[in-house]
């Protein structure tokens, strides 16, 4: 298949930026939408054309490194993958693509359709942790968890950090992530020790990091590529008011 | 030269307490004075970054990512082994040790190894204590399952993301001591080289991979967990970003490395569709506990698989070896699918892949059970390739997955240059020539968490702090070298793209070097790739500059480190004239097809020094001494 392509690029942080069509040729639809790059940087390297940057790593849907806006939503309008999960086979002959980054203050562009996400990590540093050093820890079947509470723990713990749902929030929330870790560590007894200090410390980074608040559009769950629910926002509330009434 | 593996003497079982007593430490408050680097935050890296930054050690840590989260640990699906017999089924440290030696076909240390399932508990328990997610039970106890090589369930897994949910545990780790400002995190900067002083690693070479800055750091100590070298093949399993620069320089410097012709191809990957390909994807080996591997017995047989009756399947992993059948160790699956597919019996429009059917297992267990233990893969396979493997068996083929060889390292992790410590895969020691399934995510933590942060103290007791400073002509003229590098690649302004060389020197490796080896083909490919080697600084085209984000520039100077590697590579695995694990030379074969070992010639790890640019690299021997287990023909029948 044949396919036009709208894709923004941007040459560094500081330029404006601007988006550039490209014609892709030949498009067998078992290709996977990275492979579809691929195939049309090629073309640009062999025309003379510097090659579209994005980022990429394991390609199968764990990295969380993928960040591509297409046709307006975060990885694509599949259900439950990210971008380099998508295959050709979901468009068509002729059709029009547009490819865009991340949109979102606290999201910085570098060039093209990378971005900065390190404000995520300076969430995680902040209190994203159990603080168990190494060594001095009691068996692990010491204490037994119950497994429903193991299991939604788990459910959050499926976050891969790719940022989709900031992209996807009006107003570029970062609520969906910050919940996630945080209920997450709140449901095992591991994590109960620390869970009013994590609470207040993430949100806090959160704000400073300039991500909006949440206002209810549940965009977030909707382009999650691991269908996280935002019933994690509601558990973050909940740890964030009796954090904040303890104090 | 004699390599010294350092193993402390001693019976086995009580090597790592009396060493950990003989090694010297540094006072708590002395112990800030000293600076180590860290390249690469996988499981190795991160669990190190932290374990000593925890102990008090100044830390500088680099990764390629734009977050040390992204490491390719995260991928890992399956599980991590340990002796923990929760089951209660017969399981022990003796049994991990000698399952992972037999599995690594008696060619890895054996004192190392032994360590590793010592240390393979503590890691569980403080995995646990970091809020990693394992699965349980609904006593609220702890879940496991069994994998390829064994025959006792001693895995722990986190659903299909036990990879993932490490790495985090590790991550969160780490990031806690970024927050704490114990480490310093330079993510989005790639290692180009490493630099000696006197003999000593004592810092590396970085280009800021957004600015274009090539800049040195010094330490007191440098850590590689750095990962294997599979994507030299360009099509495997790993992420397109790995790499074997930061090992490749090491061993220009100095460093030996050790048998890299131990490469392991994964039985259960899905099968290649197209030349636009550019990797491939892992089903986890834990999928053969309910998956039975099959083909027709007819050739070329198109029939769709719903079609093909029960007596003319042929379950031929069951057929060949009764007593593991599904669960035989990864060498011994793959090669069997390339047999069955060699012989005209592969699936699929191909014919390169063969079924991996769950229909015995739903109508056992029901299909709810098969997705709560699999579900995201069954989700991962359906949207690659548009089947649903609830209703079709998934089509699987053997693919590149993990490199067993890497940068050789005493008993200690340090390479033969000191300071130089080696961590995780890209270290050479533990699985031989064969690694078993969930055994990677136990070597890597093990290294960081419970290895490394006793041997490098070691290390370090011995050296005066900071006498390293990147003003000594060292370090500039490391980075002046990798300076005039990256100009030659860019001045090049040739006519073929990076991919197109790398997709070149995949072809003649997959084909000459990979499940199945002979002379004749390693011979062809030791001429073919230097020609490629050439005709890639003759015609290659990167474009843009340095001073810029430039993805081509980095894969450019990737690729040209593979395109040595390649033949060092080949050149291990035609010296190496027996078979074993994942090396399986042809002519070394027994009547029924198995890889058959030299043990009188060939019982030694293969370690190659670097000799100059026109001069054949010099192989040395560390000979294997098995003091515990009698060296047996590896069975699984």
Redesign the interface.
Known sequence: MNLTLKVWRQ??KEDQGLMVTYEAKDI?S???F??ML??VN?DL??K????I?F???????????CSLMINGVPHGS?K??TAC?L?M?HFKDGDVIYIEPWRARAFPV??DL?V???A??RI????????????G?????A?????PD??S??DA??C??CGACVAACPNASAMLFVGAKVS??AL?P??KIEREQRVLNMVRTMDEENFGNCTNHFECEAACPKEISVQYIAQMNREYLRAAAKQ | MTLDPKVPDGPLAEKWDKHRFQMKLINPANKRKYKIIIVGTGLAGA?AG??LA?LGYEVESFCY??????A?S??AQGGINAA?N?PNDGDSIWRLFYDTVKGGDFRAREANVYRLAQVS??I????????V??????????DNRSFGGAQVSRTFY??G?TG??LL?GA???F??Q??LGKVK?Y?RTEMLDLVVVDGHAKGIVVRDM?TGQIRTHSADAVVLATGGYGNAFYLSTN???CNVTAAYRAYKKGAFFANPCYTQIHPTCIPV??D????L??MSESLRNDGRIWVSKKKGDKRPPAQIPEEERDYYLERKYPSFGNLAPRDISSRSAKEVCDEGHGVGESGLGVYLDFADAIKRLGENAIREKYGNLF??YE??T?ENPYQMPMRIYPAVHYTMGGLWVDYNLMSNLPGLFVAGEANFSDHGANRLGASALMQGLADG??VL?YTIGDYLSKVKPGSAKTDMPEFQDAKEEIVAKTKRLLGVKG?K?V??FHRELGHVLWGYCGMARDEEGLKKALVRIPEIREEFWKNV?V??SNE??N??LEKAGRVADFLEFGELLCLDALERRESCGGHFRVEHQTEEGEAKRDDRKFCHVAAWEYKGPNASPERHKEELKYENVTLATRSYK
Request: net charge negative.
């Open positions: 040459k560094h067998n078992h290709m996977s990275l492979e691929d195939v090629e390297i062999k003379g054309e510097e090659p940057a980022d990429h790593d394991c390609r199968e849907g764990i990295c969380g490194a599949e439950g993958i999960q295959h086979r570098i060039k990378i900065d996400r390190s995520f990590d995680i540093q902040s209190g994203g942790f159990v603080s168990a050093t190494t060594g820890v009691p068996d692990a079947n204490i037994p968890i119950a497994k193991s299991d723990a788990m713990a499926a891969i950090g997450q560590l095992l591991q994590g | 669990s932290a374990s925890e990512q734009d977050s040390p989260r992204r390719h995260i991928a923990k929760y508990n503590a569980i328990d403080q995995c646990v204590a970091q809020g997610p394992f699965a349980r039970e609904y006593s609220g106890y702890l986190a659903r993301q993932q949910q985090l991550y969160q780790a990031s806690r970024i927050g995190m993510p957004v992420a397109k970003g569709s197209g636009y390909q550019s990797k994807t892992l989700h991962m949207k690659i548009g968490y419970f942060p006519k793209t991919d197109e085209c474009l843009g810029e984000l993805q081509s």
